[in-house]
């Protein structure tokens, strides 16, 4: 670690010290703020980089190409013109958005001598992780919402689930969700960071950033114990709930052909539901003591990259209507 750090060379806007000021004994007048900070990245070894940036880079375009061929194809087959579809549409759209707010920066710093970010970008990217991944949160849910009317009440399906109540859901979520990630953000900007500028971590996420902090920040991770478990929780318990009911109902119907084309409509979803909420349970809704370095960069970089580069294969390769949409497509090219 220490020979990895050597070659970075403290300029003026860096503060690098090993530990933080006394909080009771400390001199505002004797300390500089910190402006730019340093992320460690995945490895401290300098001869992994080039390896690891081939793998992340190629990660990133399939998530990008895959999840941005789904909302095309949504978007252009009239048959995919359905609840269901559009909220994959926008999920889809959102998992783009939520890895760009991570790749781009971390793939630019494995080649970077210097892995700096300025305050400003830091938390930048803290409001774009927390937007684009509480908005999956509640897509999620909205998701599970509509297969349990699908496969629970599908005699008025149509009518809950009208155009109106869709794009309501997905509006006001949006909505909601960026007024709570302004919350957090402009409670975490104004901390003080006069310490170690030195992020353990490949990107500004919120436990390693707190960590840094010469203010008292116990207040504000009660906010996220409490405010953010809410905030979290609340579509976890519907999405649950919904999937408690479709299995009960599913189990219920005598033809087993029925009950499998019946699991079929929402086992991709369940997978998705289960490894994304799995992971950000682990990460953020324990002690942020609790977290390891390595714990929290292998358990973030399941939800920040593995994830949305998954997300395309989970729904195509186990929907019909998306391959016969992806067929379609291929054939007209062909055609052409």
Known sequence: MFAYLAKYKPQAPYVIVSSKPDEDNRD????TPVTNFILLGLSDSPTQQAGLFSLFLTMYFVAVLGNGRIVAIIIRDR?????????????????ICFTSAIAPKMLQNM????RTISFEGCMAQLYAFCFTATTEIYLLAIMGFDRYFAICNPLRYTYVMS?????????????????????????????????SNLIQHFFCDLPPLLKLACSDTTT?????????????????????????????????IPSEERRLRAFSTCSSHLTVVTLFFGTIFFTYFRPFSANT??????VTVMY??????????NYSLRNNDVKGALRNAFNRKISV
């Open 111 to 114: 080649l970077a001598e210097v």
């Open 28 to 31: 505002e007048s004797n300390w």
């Open 220 to 252: 504000y991770e009660w906010l996220v114990f409490t405010e953010g478990s809410v905030v979290s929780m609340s579509p976890f318990v519907l999405a649950v709930a919904s999937y408690v009911a479709i299995i009960s109902t599913i189990l219920k």
């Open 304 to 313: 920040t990259i593995v994830t949305p580069m998954l997300n395309p294969f």
């Open 163 to 195: 155009r109106v109540l869709c794009i309501s859901l997905v509006s006001g979520s949006w909505l909601f969700v960026s007024l709570h990630s302004l919350l957090h953000i402009s409670m975490v900007s104004r901390f003080d960071f006069c310490g």
């Open 79 to 95: 048959h995919l013109h359905t609840p269901m579809y559009f909220f994959l549409g926008n999920l889809s759209f959102v998992d």
């Open 293 to 298: 370095l390595d714990q929290g960069r292998m």
